[in-house]
Structure formats: structure tokens, C-alpha cells
């Protein structure tokens, strides 16, 4: 039987109820694949990874080492919310990384989007592969793997995702959630007691906040871009447009305008807002934002942020544009 082969007869996942004896099932299978020995994930917060992370608690306890690594380009308290959640509130066995300097050190002066994106995946490896080596006794690897993984079998995820794996880890894998669509994965993470927000997220790059602040990242600018997506993602909270937007978040570009502040000239970056919907990320529509919201998330970054004077709506369809800006 070709176990990366969703069979015909499986349900969608859709209920609580179906989530439930899915939970079961695997939690019963994983028992079985791993007996008594060590299962290793890098748990990003994204929302596979934290599901399996959640399934395999269940499953097998403190057997799971889980390993966070904070490449420095997350959105703002997103660390903190996988410590909070994991090791305070499920008790897990989780290494938490803070990486920002090796990371931030590496991508000095570079600018072209895909030498950063390769430094930041090539460096994720690294340093997961670091905190690897340092455990013992670990026998399985740990992955957020979903079914549009396996059917792009191009391997979409490998090359996106950050979180690639070096493929001379020797260790078998684990991956319960192989053979679930993405709503059905939602659905399990809920029944699994995972907060709302993190289980229906929106999607982020693996490369993080390092793709949206453009051109050779600096320290100032980043800190600029991840407040003002801060204050991005809490108005759209208020309002409603979180749950209805499919992706939404702020890029900064490398250059300046002149403004004014205090009756004085004052020199900023451009914070651009983009907000897209989409089924499959292949094409994208702008959400037509009511400008109400647009003023008042332009008065917060403009007067909240340091180093930002102006906000941008950015209206450009995909194609021509991508979602991202690099
Ligand atoms: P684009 O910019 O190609 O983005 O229109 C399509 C979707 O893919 C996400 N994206 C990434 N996701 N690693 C990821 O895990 C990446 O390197 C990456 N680049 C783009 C993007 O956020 C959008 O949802």
C-alpha cells in the first residue's frame, strides 16, 4: 500500500467528532511507530508544525523535543506565543533558539531576495542541526508534512519552507498529518485545544519578515516593519478583516521620503500595506479596504513607529504582482 496515498474512502475531516477519532488513530499509530525512543520537530508556529506538535504531546509526551529557533525575522510575539503555548501551557520538552545576531550578522549588506532567502534556509539548517547534535538518543524526525506537500511534487515545501531538512539526517520520520488537507489540519489543531489564532492563521513565508523588509535588512528597519505589521494585524483584528482577509502584512522598502514631524523635517521609510485574497496563492485579489480602517492604521504607524512617515496601499493584483514583494 503506498502509505503517501490518501485513500478514497477517507472522510473529510470536518467535525470535532471526526477530528477526534482521527486524534485516536494516530495517537495509537505513533505509539506504535515510535515505542519508547526520542522524536525530534522544528516547531515554527506555523500551523502544521504546531499541530503535530500538539498530536505528538498527546501521543508521546516528553518523548518529543521540539526545537523553536527565532531566526530574528518573526512577527512580533510570535516566539513568545510557541513558548507560551508549548512549554507553559502544554508542557512540552521545547529548546527554544534565539538565532536574531547569526542571522541579522549574515544578511548584512545583502540584498538580492534570493541570495536571502538561501542564507536564511541555509542557516536554519544549521543551527537546527547544531541543537540536533546535541541531544541524544533521538531516533525520529518529527514533520509537518500535508497532503499538498506530497501531491506538489515538486516538493513546494522543501524549497519554500525554511524548515527543509538536511537530507543526511538519518532518522525515520513521523509525519501523522501526511495525509490531511489544510482545513482538515485546522479542524484536528482546534480538537486538539490549540488557540484559535494559531490554528487559523494566516499563511508566513518561511523566511519570515526578511522578504518584506526589502533590500539588505537593517536592525532599524526591521524593528520599523514588525511594529507597524503589529498595528496591522490589530486594527484588521478589530474590524473583522483578520478573519475575512486570506493574507495581509506590511513591506518597508530601502529609501526614504521627506516628511514633517514637530514642525520639523523628518526623513522615513514608506510602509506598505498589502492585503490579498486568494484560494491557492496562484492568483490574488485586493480586498477592498474601507478607507476608514486605511486612515486609521495610517495614523497609528505614522505616529507609533520610529523611522516610518508614510503609508502606502499597495493595489496590485496578482499576477502582475506577487503576494510577497521579494
Ligand atoms: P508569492 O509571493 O509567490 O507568494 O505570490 C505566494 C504565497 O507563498 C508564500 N511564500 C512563501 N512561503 N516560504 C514560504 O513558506 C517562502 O519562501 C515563501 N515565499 C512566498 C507567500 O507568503 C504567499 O502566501
Redesign the pocket.
Known amino acids: 500500500m503506498d502509505t503517501n496515498k490518501r485513500p478514497d474512502s477517507m472522510e473529510r475531516i470536518t467535525t470535532a467528532e471526526l477530528a477526534s477519532a482521527f486524534i485516536d488513530e494516530q495517537v495509537k499509530a505513533v505509539r506504535e511507530q515510535v515505542g519508547d525512543k526520542k522524536v525530534l520537530l522544528a516547531l515554527s508556529g506555523g500551523v502544521d508544525s504546531s499541530v503535530v506538535a500538539a498530536l505528538l504531546i498527546k501521543a508521546i509526551g516528553k518523548q518529543l523535543v521540539c526545537v523553536h529557533v527565532n531566526h530574528g525575522l518573526m512577527r512580533k510575539g510570535e516566539s513568545e506565543e510557541v513558548i507560551e503555548v508549548f512549554r507553559n501551557q502544554l508542557d512540552a520538552n521545547l529548546i527554544y533558539v534565539d538565532a536574531t545576531d547569526r542571522f541579522l550578522s549574515l544578511l548584512e549588506n545583502v540584498e538580492a531576495p534570493e541570495t536571502k ?1 538561501k542564507i536564511i534556509g541555509g542557516e536554519f539548517i544549521k543551527v537546527f542541526d547544531e541543537e540536533a547534535s546535541k541531544l541524544e538518543g533521538i531516533s525520529f524526525l518529527a514533520q509537518g508534512t500535508i497532503y499538498p506537500d506530497i501531491l506538489e511534487s515538486d516538493g513546494v515545501k522543501a524549497h ?3 524548515g527543509g531538512l538536511p537530507e543526511d539526517m538519518a532518522m525515520e520520520l513521523v509525519e501523522p498529518v501526511k495525509l490531511l488537507y489544510k482545513d482538515e489540519v485546522r479542524v484536528v489543531g482546534e480538537a486538539l485545544g490549540l488557540p484559535h489564532a494559531m490554528v487559523y492563521r494566516q ?5 519570515g519578515l526578511g ?1 518584506r523588509c526589502l533590500g539588505a535588512i537593517t536592525r532599524d528597519r526591521l524593528h520599523a516593519l514588525r511594529e507597524a505589521d503589529a498595528i496591522l494585524r490589530e486594527e484588521f483584528d478589530n474590524c473583522g478583516l483578520a478573519e475575512k482577509v486570506w ?1 495581509y502584512f506590511i513591506a518597508v522598502p530601502d529609501m526614504k521620503s521627506v516628511g514633517v514631524k514637530d514642525s520639523k523635517r523628518y526623513e522615513g521609510w514608506p510602509a506598505i500595506i498589502r492585503a490579498v485574497n486568494t484560494t491557492d ?1 496562484m492568483t ?1 485579489t485586493i480586498e477592498e479596504i474601507p478607507y476608514d480602517v486605511l486612515h486609521k492604521i495610517t495614523d497609528r504607524i505614522t505616529h507609533e513607529v520610529d523611522g516610518i512617515n508614510r503609508v502606502l496601499f499597495d493595489l496590485t493584483p ?1 499576477p502582475i504582482g ?3 514583494w521579494e
Open positions: 532567502r519554500h519552507n525554511v499563511p508566513f513565508p518561511g523566511p522578504v493574507q496563492a490574488a496578482k506577487t503576494i510577497e
